[in-house]
Protein backbone atom coordinates (compact mmCIF):
# COMPACT_ATOMS: atom_id res chain seq x y z
CA UNK A 1 0.00 0.00 0.00
CA UNK A 2 2.56 2.41 0.89
CA UNK A 3 4.56 2.38 -2.56
CA UNK A 4 1.55 2.84 -4.22
CA UNK A 5 0.78 5.51 -2.01
CA UNK A 6 4.13 7.47 -2.91
CA UNK A 7 3.24 6.71 -6.82
CA UNK A 8 0.49 8.52 -6.00
CA UNK A 9 2.27 11.41 -4.41
CA UNK A 10 4.74 11.64 -6.68
CA UNK A 11 2.23 11.75 -9.84
CA UNK A 12 0.19 14.63 -8.17
CA UNK A 13 2.19 16.23 -5.61
CA UNK A 14 -0.43 15.62 -2.63
CA UNK A 15 -1.56 13.07 -0.59
CA UNK A 16 -4.57 13.38 1.26
CA UNK A 17 -5.05 11.18 4.96
CA UNK A 18 -8.20 11.04 6.63
CA UNK A 19 -7.85 12.17 10.07
CA UNK A 20 -4.10 12.88 9.57
CA UNK A 21 -4.06 15.57 7.25
CA UNK A 22 -2.51 16.69 3.51
CA UNK A 23 0.92 15.48 2.59
CA UNK A 24 1.99 18.20 0.42
CA UNK A 25 5.15 19.03 -2.38
CA UNK A 26 5.68 22.46 -1.98
CA UNK A 27 7.62 24.29 -4.36
CA UNK A 28 9.25 28.26 -4.25
CA UNK A 29 10.31 29.48 -8.11
CA UNK A 30 13.48 30.46 -8.28
CA UNK A 31 13.91 34.48 -8.17
CA UNK A 32 17.02 37.28 -8.94
CA UNK A 33 19.06 38.52 -5.86
CA UNK A 34 21.84 40.26 -6.71
CA UNK A 35 23.29 39.31 -9.89
CA UNK A 36 22.88 35.96 -9.27
CA UNK A 37 19.77 33.70 -9.07
CA UNK A 38 18.51 32.31 -6.10
CA UNK A 39 17.86 28.41 -6.89
CA UNK A 40 14.05 26.99 -6.66
CA UNK A 41 12.82 25.65 -3.26
CA UNK A 42 11.23 22.31 -2.81
CA UNK A 43 10.24 20.71 0.01
CA UNK A 44 7.46 18.64 1.28
CA UNK A 45 5.10 19.39 4.34
CA UNK A 46 2.17 17.84 6.57
CA UNK A 47 -0.58 20.09 7.02
CA UNK A 48 -2.50 19.37 9.60
CA UNK A 49 -6.42 19.23 9.02
CA UNK A 50 -9.31 17.02 8.53
CA UNK A 51 -9.60 15.64 4.67
CA UNK A 52 -10.83 13.52 2.84
CA UNK A 53 -8.99 11.94 -0.51
CA UNK A 54 -10.70 12.36 -3.75
CA UNK A 55 -12.64 10.11 -6.32
CA UNK A 56 -9.18 10.72 -8.49
CA UNK A 57 -7.09 8.89 -5.40
CA UNK A 58 -9.40 6.16 -5.15
CA UNK A 59 -9.64 5.58 -9.03
CA UNK A 60 -5.65 5.67 -9.08
CA UNK A 61 -5.70 2.69 -6.17
CA UNK A 62 -8.06 0.68 -7.50
CA UNK A 63 -6.09 0.64 -10.72
CA UNK A 64 -2.79 0.53 -9.05
CA UNK A 65 -4.22 -2.74 -6.98
CA UNK A 66 -6.23 -4.44 -9.53
CA UNK A 67 -9.30 -4.03 -7.00
CA UNK A 68 -12.17 -2.36 -7.41
CA UNK A 69 -12.92 0.99 -6.43
CA UNK A 70 -14.82 0.19 -3.24
CA UNK A 71 -12.06 -2.06 -2.55
CA UNK A 72 -9.49 0.62 -2.75
CA UNK A 73 -11.74 2.71 -0.60
CA UNK A 74 -12.40 0.05 2.07
CA UNK A 75 -8.55 -0.92 2.08
CA UNK A 76 -6.86 2.21 2.39
CA UNK A 77 -9.06 3.12 5.47
CA UNK A 78 -8.01 0.36 7.23
CA UNK A 79 -4.27 1.18 6.22
CA UNK A 80 -5.28 4.33 8.15
CA UNK A 81 -7.21 3.15 10.65
CA UNK A 82 -4.35 1.02 11.58
CA UNK A 83 -1.75 3.88 11.68
CA UNK A 84 -4.14 5.80 14.14
CA UNK A 85 -4.86 3.01 16.64
CA UNK A 86 -1.30 2.26 17.51
CA UNK A 87 0.50 4.68 19.79
CA UNK A 88 3.80 5.00 18.65
CA UNK A 89 4.39 4.16 14.90
CA UNK A 90 5.86 5.17 11.77
CA UNK A 91 5.20 5.05 7.94
CA UNK A 92 8.33 4.94 5.58
CA UNK A 93 7.71 7.38 2.47
CA UNK A 94 11.13 6.05 1.05
CA UNK A 95 13.69 8.68 0.35
CA UNK A 96 10.99 11.29 0.55
CA UNK A 97 10.31 11.11 4.59
CA UNK A 98 8.89 9.83 7.45
CA UNK A 99 5.35 9.79 9.09
CA UNK A 100 5.82 9.66 12.40
CA UNK A 101 2.89 8.74 15.13
CA UNK A 102 3.85 9.45 19.38
CA UNK A 103 0.96 8.88 21.08
CA UNK A 104 -1.31 11.69 19.77
CA UNK A 105 1.02 13.47 18.31
CA UNK A 106 1.93 13.14 14.31
CA UNK A 107 4.89 14.65 12.94
CA UNK A 108 6.94 14.54 9.44
CA UNK A 109 10.56 13.84 9.11
CA UNK A 110 11.29 15.41 5.36
CA UNK A 111 14.34 13.39 3.54
CA UNK A 112 14.04 14.71 0.48
CA UNK A 113 16.39 16.87 0.16
CA UNK A 114 16.16 19.06 -3.64
CA UNK A 115 19.69 21.39 -2.78
CA UNK A 116 21.05 18.65 -4.05
CA UNK A 117 19.34 19.56 -7.32
CA UNK A 118 19.39 23.00 -7.77
CA UNK A 119 21.74 25.53 -6.91
CA UNK A 120 22.29 29.35 -7.70
CA UNK A 121 23.02 30.37 -10.20
CA UNK A 122 25.91 33.50 -10.42
CA UNK A 123 25.89 36.06 -13.51
CA UNK A 124 29.10 37.06 -14.02
CA UNK A 125 30.41 39.75 -17.00
CA UNK A 126 31.94 37.56 -19.62
CA UNK A 127 35.04 39.34 -21.75
CA UNK A 128 33.59 40.96 -24.63
CA UNK A 129 33.68 39.48 -27.63
CA UNK A 130 35.24 42.57 -30.02
CA UNK A 131 38.43 42.24 -27.73
CA UNK A 132 39.20 38.66 -28.98
CA UNK A 133 37.77 39.57 -32.59
CA UNK A 134 40.47 42.52 -32.50
CA UNK A 135 43.43 40.94 -31.09
CA UNK A 136 43.50 38.43 -33.92
CA UNK A 137 43.02 41.35 -36.48
CA UNK A 138 46.36 42.72 -35.14
CA UNK A 139 48.36 39.54 -35.85
CA UNK A 140 47.07 39.50 -39.55
CA UNK A 141 47.60 43.29 -40.27
CA UNK A 142 51.23 42.26 -41.21
CA UNK A 143 49.96 40.00 -44.11
CA UNK A 144 51.61 42.41 -46.56
CA UNK A 145 54.80 42.74 -45.44
CA UNK A 146 55.56 39.51 -45.68
CA UNK A 147 54.34 39.36 -49.40
CA UNK A 148 56.19 42.60 -50.51
CA UNK A 149 59.42 40.38 -48.73
CA UNK A 150 58.70 37.53 -50.60
CA UNK A 151 58.22 39.28 -53.97
CA UNK A 152 61.32 41.13 -53.76
CA UNK A 153 63.23 37.91 -52.77
CA UNK A 154 61.30 36.04 -55.56
CA UNK A 155 62.37 39.02 -57.79
CA UNK A 156 66.08 39.05 -56.83
CA UNK A 157 66.45 35.59 -57.34
CA UNK A 158 65.36 36.02 -60.61
CA UNK A 159 67.29 38.79 -61.64
CA UNK A 160 70.50 37.11 -60.25
CA UNK A 161 69.77 33.60 -61.73
CA UNK A 162 71.91 34.56 -65.03
CA UNK A 163 74.73 35.81 -63.47
Known amino acids: MIHTLVQYFIKYGHLDLPTIGILKWSKQASYWELNKFVAPKE??????TEVTPSKQFYNFLADELNISIEQANLQFDAFIQQFKEQKI?????????????????ISWNNLYNADLYYKDLAMDMAPLFESKYEQANKNRDYWWVWTIGLILIAAALILLKPL
Not at 43 to 48: A, M, Q, S
Not at 89 to 101: D, E, I, M
Request: hydrophobic share 40%; proline share 0%.
Open 89 to 105: TSLNFGNLGTLHKNENL
Open 43 to 48: FIELEI
